[in-house]
T-cell receptor, first 111, second 115 residues
Framework: GENVEQHPSTLSVQEGDSAVIKCTYSDSASNYFPWYKQELGKGPQLIIDIRSNVGEKKDQRIAVTLNKTAKHFSLHITETQPEDSAVYFCAAFSGNTPLVFGKGTRLSVIA | DAGVIQSPRHEVTEMGQEVTLRCKPISGHDYLFWYRQTMMRGLELLIYFNNNVPIDDSGMPEDRFSAKMPNASFSTLKIQPSEPRDSAVYFC?????????????FGNGTRLTVT
C-alpha cells in the first residue's frame, strides 16, 4: 500500500522567511496530494491540494509542487507570519483507498 | 453547514471503563472515517464507512475497539474496556464521494485520557 514520508518533523523560521516541507510517496498510482493545517485544539483543515496532471499550484503565500517522476511533493510558505504556526500534514490518494497521511511537521514562526 | 461535529471534546475516564465517542458527519457526505492521533504514530486510520457500511476496519487496534454507523448522520466509536494506552485525540472525518474532487473534512476531535 501507499506510504508517505514527511520531513522535517519540526521547523522553526523567522517571521517573513520562507518555509518548505517535503513529502515522498511510494504508490505511482497516487494522483491527488492535499495538504492540511492543524491548529491547536482543532482538526486538520485542507489548505491546498494538487493533482497529478499539474506540476505546481499557488494560492497567495502558499504553493505546492509535485514531481511525479521522483514521487515527491512539497509545500512552500512565503513571507511567514505567526499565524502560520501549526502542524502541517501532507497526504496521498490513489482513488482506491483512503488518504494516507504523513506524520506531520510542526512549524513555528518566530516573531 | 456546521461541519463535522464530535462529542465530547474531552473525556477523562478510568482504566476499564467503557468510552463512547460520537460523530455527526456533514449532511450529504457518504464516507465517514475515524482517525486516532498520537505524537508517536501521527494520524492513524482506524475504520471507515461508505453509505453506513464498514468498508475497512483493519486499523482498529484490538477487539476492545468497535464502531457503528446506524444512519447517515451518526457514528460512534466505542472502547471497552479502556486502557491508558488508548489516550489520544480521536478524529472523525467525512467526505462526499471518493474522488480527488472530494476533500476530507475533519471534526475538532475528542481528547481521550484514560487514567
Amino acid at each position: 500500500g501507499e506510504n508517505v514520508e514527511q520531513h522535517p518533523s519540526t521547523l522553526s523560521v523567522q517571521e517573513g522567511d520562507s518555509a518548505v516541507i517535503k513529502c515522498t510517496y511510494s504508490d505511482s498510482a497516487s494522483n491527488y496530494f492535499p495538504w492540511y493545517k492543524q491548529e491547536l485544539g482543532k482538526g486538520p483543515q485542507l489548505i491546498i491540494d494538487i493533482r497529478s496532471n499539474v506540476g505546481e499550484k499557488k494560492d497567495q503565500r502558499i504553493a505546492v509542487t509535485l514531481n511525479k517522476t521522483a514521487k515527491h511533493f512539497s509545500l512552500h510558505i512565503t513571507e511567514t507570519q505567526p499565524e502560520d504556526s501549526a502542524v502541517y500534514f501532507c497526504a496521498a490518494f490513489s482513488g482506491n483507498t483512503p488518504l494516507v497521511f504523513g506524520k506531520g511537521t510542526r512549524l513555528s514562526v518566530i516573531a | 453547514d456546521a461541519g463535522v461535529i464530535q462529542s465530547p471534546r474531552h473525556e477523562v475516564t478510568e482504566m476499564g471503563q467503557e468510552v463512547t465517542l460520537r460523530c455527526k458527519p456533514i449532511s450529504g457526505h457518504d464516507y465517514l472515517f475515524w482517525y486516532r492521533q498520537t505524537m508517536m504514530r501521527g494520524l492513524e486510520l482506524l475504520i471507515y464507512f461508505n453509505n453506513n457500511v464498514p468498508i475497512d476496519d483493519s486499523g482498529m487496534p484490538e477487539d476492545r475497539f468497535s464502531a457503528k454507523m446506524p444512519n447517515a448522520s451518526f457514528s460512534t466509536l466505542k472502547i471497552q474496556p479502556s486502557e491508558p494506552r488508548d489516550s489520544a485525540v480521536y478524529f472523525c472525518a467525512s467526505r462526499k464521494g471518493q474522488g480527488a474532487n472530494s476533500p476530507l473534512h475533519f471534526g475538532n476531535g475528542t481528547r481521550l485520557t484514560v487514567t
